[in-house]
């Protein structure tokens, strides 16, 4: 099979392409001969283990439960150690979660505002 003319050059190893320009075959590589090196029917089955994920596994996403920043860490704590109902500790907590996931860290900010509603009312 390796003595075969190219099918797309035609044996020339050169194709003209737009304006007349001439390129060296996408198909033989120049040689004209067409190769044994590239099947005809080309396998695009997906062979990485990475692939082969159980469903249940994709729908078992673990939800984040604690800040992943030192900034986060931090004021997390901080709230956890107040003296608020469980309600407003696991809905700050939360909010610092989110809030590291859309701003990649706690600011100054965000930091006095949290700790403005952690604080006991006089």
Not at 8 to 37: L, Q
Request: proline share 5%; glycine share 10%.
């Amino acid at each position: 099979m390796n003595g075969d003319t190219c099918a797309v050059c035609g044996g020339e190893g050169r194709i003209k392409g737009a304006w007349n320009r001439t390129t060296s075959c996408p198909a033989c590589h120049g040689s004209g001969r067409r190769g044994d090196m590239e099947p005809l029917i080309r396998d695009v089955t997906k062979t990485k283990p990475s692939h082969h994920i159980n469903a249940n596994e994709k729908k078992a996403d673990k939800k984040q439960t604690w800040p992943s920043t030192s900034e986060g860490v931090a004021l997390a704590t901080q709230v956890r150690d107040s003296g608020c109902p469980d309600e407003t500790k696991d809905r700050l907590i939360r909010e610092i979660i989110e809030y590291e996931g859309s701003h990649g860290l706690c600011t100054k900010t965000f930091s006095r505002k949290v700790r403005k509603q952690i604080r006991p009312t006089t």
